[in-house]
């Protein structure tokens, strides 16, 4: 299955923010990281630490259009925040999956099945919605 994604522009000043913040990721993210680089999610490349218009989020694949996002405690007082910058984020069409750090470390193998479970009802989805497209002759193809 290959999709042609959007390029989401991003402020230039995120560039060296980004690089910070992939020098110190958090014990989670890097937990996370581990098992989502290189493809070996099912095959989809996933970026750490990747600027997205004004902000920076924890992981992304372009392909999914699909955030991966690790609360911790550097989260605790910002669920509005978060709220507000998720939903600014996904005005591109992205879609968010959350995670607490302590969930992370705690149950990776468990965080990995919802990925996964996620990623493969979004590939059903998107067949089905490629065969509608075709069946009823329209040019979007999903």
């Known amino acids: 299955m290959h999709m042609k994604w959007k390029i989401v522009s991003y ?3 995120l560039k060296s923010v980004a ?4 020098r110190n990721m958090t014990l989670a993210e890097v937990l ?18 990747k600027p997205i218009g004004d ?4 992981f992304f ?4 259009s699909l955030v991966i996002e690790i609360d911790g ?14 939903r600014k984020i996904e005005r591109y069409g992205i879609h968010f ?6 969930e992370v470390k705690q149950n990776l193998q468990g965080v990995l099945a919802h990925i996964r479970e996620w990623i493969l009802m979004e590939e059903k ?9 075709e069946l009823t002759g329209s040019k979007d193809k999903g």
Do not use: I
Not at 41 to 48: A, E, N, V
Not at 73 to 86: I, N, P, V
């Open 11 to 13: 402020s230039s000043k």
């Open 19 to 22: 690089r910070t913040l992939r």
């Open 32 to 49: 996370l990281w581990n098992e989502l680089k290189r493809k070996q999610m099912l095959g989809y490349d996933f970026h750490r630490q």
């Open 55 to 58: 902000y920076v989020v924890d």
């Open 61 to 64: 694949c372009p392909r999914l």
């Open 73 to 86: 405690d550097s989260h605790d007082d910002k669920q509005e925040k978060d709220a507000k910058r998720q």
């Open 97 to 102: 999956l959350r995670f607490s750090d302590r």
């Open 125 to 133: 989805t998107r067949r089905e919605h490629r065969l509608l497209a």
